[in-house]
């Protein structure tokens, strides 16, 4: 999973973990970090195995870096399930966007999600 450190990420990364599922925990900032080993805690507790990985979602480099830490939790060598959560949430009106404001959201938004694709 992308960003699984809170709200409906961390939830769903929890439940998954429930549900008997091996579970990839991403963050992106050294505050992401603490937010989640708590994440982790939950999902060890649930009986799960879990990798708590430091990830963009809008580079490839760590698209794949994602990709390879969720196949080592894997026994069967494969991901069955894949649930990208990341997205930026900022915003501003039309008339005051950038390119540079565009690229940020849509590589994190869309390049990010149909990149998985590659791997």
Same mark, same amino acid.
Request: glycine content about 10%; aromatic content about 6%.
């Given at each position: %999973? #992308?960003? #699984?450190?809170?709200?409906?990420?961390?939830?769903?990364?929890?439940?998954?973990?429930?549900?008997?599922?091996?579970?990839?925990?991403?963050?992106? !900032?050294?505050?992401?970090?603490?937010?989640?080993? $708590? *994440?982790?805690? $939950?999902?060890?507790?649930?009986? /799960?195995? *879990?990798? @708590?990985?430091?990830?963009?979602?809008?580079? @490839? /480099?760590?698209?794949?870096?994602? *990709? $390879?830490?969720? +196949?080592?939790? !894997?026994? !069967?060598?494969?991901?069955?399930? +894949?649930?990208?959560?990341?997205?930026?949430?900022?915003?501003?009106? %039309?008339?005051? %966007?950038?390119?540079?404001?565009?690229? /940020?959201?849509?590589?994190?938004? +869309?390049?990010?999600? $149909? /990149?998985?694709?590659?791997?």
């Amino acid at each position: %999973m #992308t960003e #699984t450190i809170r709200g409906i990420g961390a939830g769903i990364a929890i439940d998954l973990a429930k549900r008997g599922a091996n579970v990839l925990v991403n963050y992106t !900032s050294p505050r992401g970090a603490i937010a989640g080993e $708590e *994440v982790v805690k $939950e999902i060890e507790d649930a009986g /799960s195995k *879990v990798a @708590l990985v430091q990830a963009n979602a809008a580079l @490839l /480099s760590d698209l794949r870096k994602l *990709v $390879e830490a969720a +196949l080592t939790l !894997s026994a !069967s060598g494969k991901i069955d399930n +894949l649930v990208h959560n990341a997205a930026t949430g900022d915003d501003c009106y %039309m008339e005051n %966007m950038t390119e540079e404001f565009y690229e /940020s959201q849509t590589d994190v938004n +869309l390049k990010g999600r $149909e /990149s998985f694709g590659l791997f």
